[in-house]
């Protein structure tokens, strides 16, 4: 599935957070979202799967707008991974993956549905948490929860807003290798991040916000001491090891 912004805006109250964003993607492509805080990753995420609806211009799936879309067809092509705030769920957590099944069912879940829940529990190293009780699990177990949902969703197109803020770093890669591979299948992941060292790691493409607008967006080319420096107004310093960057930051 290809998805298209074309041209969006968008305001809260009359303050604009997005404006003039336009851009492609590709089924497969791996996108990282990266820029200060405030720049407009959430805000831009959320117009991508409607939850946010944009003043201006349009969001397309392959030649479709995403506005034409019933919510359940919808929910079968995007899945959207929210970022991690206190979630509280009186629900064990196979049940929660199994809410993922939604747009597929119904009224009661199929043997197919069970099926694929269980599969994704599994994935994502959760099998042995799948009875317990959601608000018992830490952050970090939480959030990948929230992971195996959208995913059972069997989108074509993943939306995550910093999924692995609250990962320890075993399972920070553990996520991003799963991301990485579904990519591989072709489905589309779009990822806000807000570690720049990571989205290099591991997209295809890397698209630049900074102040609601698109300051860069492509492959590793972008990704030039002067654009990071005016992306996030600090000095750095870019190390190339073999086939790897880093960024390290060098003082203000
Ligand atoms: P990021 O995810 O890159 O940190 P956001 O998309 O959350 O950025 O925010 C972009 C801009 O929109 C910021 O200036 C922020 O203050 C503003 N903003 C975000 N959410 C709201 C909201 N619910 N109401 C008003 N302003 C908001
Ligand atoms: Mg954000």
């Known amino acids: 599935m290809k998805i298209t912004i074309q041209n969006i805006e968008f305001s809260y109250n009359g303050v604009p957070a997005l404006e003039n964003v336009n851009n492609r993607f590709e089924k497969g492509d791996f996108v990282a979202l ?34 034409s879309f019933a919510p359940n067809e919808l929910a079968r092509e995007i899945a959207y991974v929210p970022q991690s705030e206190n979630k509280k769920a009186i629900l064990n957590v196979f049940d929660i993956v199994l809410l993922g099944r939604k747009p597929y069912i119904n009224w009661k879940p199929a043997r197919h549905d069970l099926k694929i829940t269980s599969e994704i529990l599994s994935i994502l190293h959760l099998d042995h948490l799948a009875m317990k009780d959601f608000n018992k699990l830490s952050g970090g177990q939480q959030q990948s929860v929230y992971i ?23 399972h920070q890669v553990e996520v991003l290798e799963i991301l990485k591979n579904l990519s591989q299948k ?13 989205a290099i790691r591991y997209a295809s493409k890397i698209m630049m916000l900074k102040d609601g607008k698109v300051f860069a967006c492509g492959g590793m080319e972008t990704i030039t001491e002067k654009n990071i420096e005016n992306l996030y107004d600090i000095k750095v310093k870019i190390i190339r090891d073999d086939n790897q960057v880093f960024i390290i930051p060098n003082g203000l």
């Open 34 to 67: 990266v820029g200060p805080n405030g720049s407009g990753k959430s805000t831009l995420i959320k117009c991508l799967n409607g939850i946010l609806k944009v003043q201006k211009g349009a969001v397309l799936i392959d030649e479709k707008s995403i506005q």
């Open 148 to 170: 195996a949902r959208a995913l059972a969703q069997e989108p074509d197109i993943l939306l995550l807003d910093e999924p692995t803020a609250n990962l320890d770093i075993k």
């Open 186 to 198: 072709g489905i589309t992941i779009i990822i806000a991040l807000h570690d720049i060292n990571t």
